[in-house]
């Protein structure tokens, strides 16, 4: 196996967050730990971080991508608020990806927001891997 095979998110930033007042943060340090063992640096921001607060650590760091994990019911309001505030502050092409309990019928309003990928609680994490590292190539 090709270190670029496991590696596949070797040299890219990312930056995992739970916005709002969700405190279950189980899946998102998860998906941290599977970002890192696939090459990313990972920023983890902790639990109820507003979409300011995560744009500007976003920036700050300049990370690659954001990734957003909401389980409270609220993913359309967090999610704009991010992308206005990433706008706001300079970080309009940082990539922003949602993660948790997303209904189908609300997954197309926030991929007409900008959010690239959105990852359900069914997908692997594999698979999570496999489509972030296309999205960011």
């Known amino acids: 196996m090709s270190g670029e ?18 405190g279950h943060d189980i899946g998102a340090k998860v998906v941290a730990l599977a970002l890192r ?3 990313a640096e990972v920023v983890y921001t902790g639990l109820r971080k507003s979409p300011q607060h995560i744009a500007r650590v976003a920036v700050d760091e300049d990370v690659d991508a954001v990734g957003l994990s909401i389980l409270s019911g609220s993913h359309r309001e967090l999610v704009a ?5 990433l706008e706001a502050l300079g970080g309009g092409d940082i990539r922003v990806f949602v993660g948790g309990t997303i209904p189908p019928e609300d997954q197309g309003e926030l991929l007409a927001m900008g959010v690239r990928r959105i990852f359900t609680s069914e997908m692997t994490l594999a ?11």
């Open 5 to 22: 095979q496991r590696a596949p998110l070797k040299g890219k930033r990312i930056l995992v967050a739970k916005p709002g007042l969700d």
């Open 127 to 137: 698979r999570v891997i496999a489509e972030l590292a296309q999205a960011l190539s």
């Open 37 to 39: 063992d696939a090459g």
């Open 81 to 85: 608020e991010t992308m206005a505030s």
